[in-house]
């Protein structure tokens, strides 16, 4: 079982990026994003949580969007309307059992909104 991320890199404030997380070896009802920006607590960004529907963050809502592709096994999050507050590495969760909370981790990625 492994999660997969990437995309994410260098942007520009009032700009998109776009992260991509594949998972392999299982489907995960839920899944999703977290954030850790420097000296900062991980976060939850967005995620699809177990009844399927999506879960945003307060400071990502109306600018970020959570999608997946059931054929391809991946989620997507779309962000737009980039902030300097969203620099941050990116990490992709998913729940293992109903019961788990988030326990599979993909590696993170980079993201960092220039001003």
């Known amino acids: 079982v492994q999660l997969q991320a990437c995309g994410g890199g260098l942007g520009q404030a009032g700009g998109s990026l776009r992260l991509s997380c594949a998972a392999s070896g299982a489907f995960f009802k839920a899944m999703g994003w977290f954030r850790q920006a420097p000296g900062k607590q991980r976060e939850l960004v967005a995620v699809?949580?177990?009844?399927?529907?999506?879960n945003y963050a307060d400071s990502v809502k109306d600018r970020f969007t959570i999608s997946r592709d059931r054929a391809k096994n991946t989620v997507y999050l779309q962000m737009n309307s980039l902030k300097p507050e969203d620099t941050a590495v990116y990490f992709c969760?998913?729940?293992?059992?109903?019961?788990?909370?988030?326990?599979?981790w993909g590696q993170g990625t980079q993201v960092t909104v220039s001003s």
């Open positions: 969760a998913a729940q293992s059992s109903p019961f788990s909370g988030y326990d599979i």
């Open positions: 699809f949580t177990l009844s399927g529907s999506p």
